[in-house]
């Protein structure tokens, strides 16, 4: 050994580097990565659609994200106190007359049967004149009870009313949404359905929650005539840019502006 040199030493010694490695290709050559199962991969691949879907909602409604009370709250702006006022009594006058009476009533019976209490020389007259102010207390506080009720449950058309008064007008560069169009924008919005866009493609007009999710839309199918619905909206979205995003309280305030004619 003592005839080798330094370099032929390093090369027979079985604990160098090089030896080493001369004698683990087989091991290194068995070794396989851990790879993502479907599953997983399938969960990776809708997270992802989801962020990049949530950045294109967001980039689409920049400063026109919206919530169910901010719209609601726009709307009955935008409809004014007079008109709101004006629809009621239009509806419901008499439920309101009735509950005045009922409540006028009401108080002044039951004034009537205190006084009655107090009167400790009860006889059969007074006794009879108990009984029917019961009756009568009974019979207001029930008619005020229904008349609340009846207000309660009116579906009121504000949006007729409004539109309908004669000084209604709105400006030539504005989108002109008719009645029957406004009204059942504003039934989405009551049930969280806050925007909408004209699907081009698909000829239909979607409406969309706050997550972007479509969840219904309206077909344009060929309209009756200008009374039909069918008409009415297709010549909403005649006057929307298509693809665009837009929240139904402001088409229904007359905030959208036309689309630039082609």
Same mark, same amino acid.
């Given at each position: 050994?003592?005839?080798?040199?330094?370099?032929?030493?390093?090369?027979?010694?079985?604990?160098?580097?090089?030896?080493?490695?001369?004698?683990?290709?087989?091991?290194?050559?068995?070794?396989?990565?851990?790879?993502?199962?479907?599953?997983?991969?399938?969960?990776?691949?809708?997270?992802?659609?989801?962020?990049?879907?949530?950045?294109?909602?967001?980039?689409?409604? *920049?400063?026109?994200?919206?919530?169910?009370?901010?719209?609601?709250?726009?709307?009955?702006?935008?409809?004014?106190?007079?008109?709101?006022?004006?629809?009621?009594?239009?509806?419901?006058?008499?439920?309101?007359?009735?509950?005045?009476?009922?409540?006028?009533?009401?108080?002044?019976?039951?004034?009537?049967?205190?006084?009655?209490?107090?009167?400790?020389?009860?006889?059969?007259?007074?006794?009879?004149?108990?009984?029917?102010?019961?009756?009568?207390?009974?019979?207001?506080?029930?008619?005020?009870?229904?008349?609340?009720?009846?207000?309660?449950?009116?579906?009121?058309?504000?949006?007729?009313?409004?539109?309908?008064?004669?000084?209604?007008?709105?400006?030539?560069?504005?989108?002109?949404?008719?009645?029957?169009?406004?009204?059942?924008?504003?039934?989405?919005?009551?049930?969280?359905?806050?925007?909408?866009?004209?699907?081009?493609?698909?000829?239909?007009?979607?409406?969309?929650?706050?997550? *972007?999710?479509?969840?219904?839309?309206?077909?344009?199918?060929?309209?009756?005539?200008?009374?039909?619905?069918?008409?009415?909206?297709?010549?909403?979205?005649?006057?929307?840019?298509?693809?665009?995003?837009?929240?139904?309280?402001?088409?229904?305030?007359?905030?959208?502006?036309?689309?630039?004619?082609?």
């Amino acid at each position: 050994m003592t005839g080798l040199t330094q370099e032929e030493q390093k090369r027979n010694s079985p604990f160098t580097l090089e030896a080493i490695l001369e004698e683990e290709p087989e091991a290194n050559n068995s070794y396989i990565n851990d790879a993502l199962p479907f599953d997983k991969c399938l969960k990776a691949d809708t997270q992802v659609e989801e962020a990049e879907r949530k950045k294109e909602l967001s980039r689409q409604l *920049g400063t026109a994200r919206t919530t169910a009370d901010q719209s609601k709250k726009e709307i009955r702006e935008w409809l004014g106190t007079s008109v709101i006022i004006k629809t009621i009594l239009k509806l419901d006058f008499l439920e309101l007359i009735g509950i005045a009476i009922s409540v006028g009533g009401t108080v002044g019976l039951w004034n009537l049967w205190l006084n009655h209490l107090n009167n400790t020389d009860y006889t059969p007259i007074l006794l009879l004149r108990g009984i029917c102010l019961t009756i009568f207390i009974g019979m207001l506080m029930t008619m005020g009870v229904y008349s609340l009720f009846s207000i309660a449950t009116t579906k009121y058309n504000f949006i007729t009313t409004k539109m309908n008064g004669k000084d209604y007008l709105i400006k030539e560069d504005i989108v002109d949404c008719p009645i029957a169009a406004k009204e059942m924008l504003l039934s989405h919005i009551e049930a969280d359905e806050l925007y909408g866009k004209v699907n081009k493609e698909r000829k239909r007009f979607e409406w969309l929650k706050n997550d *972007g999710e479509c969840d219904h839309y309206w077909n344009f199918d060929k309209p009756k005539d200008k009374n039909d619905i069918e008409y009415q909206m297709k010549y909403l979205a005649d006057q929307l840019e298509a693809g665009k995003m837009y929240r139904l309280s402001d088409i229904i305030t007359d905030k959208v502006k036309k689309k630039v004619s082609q």
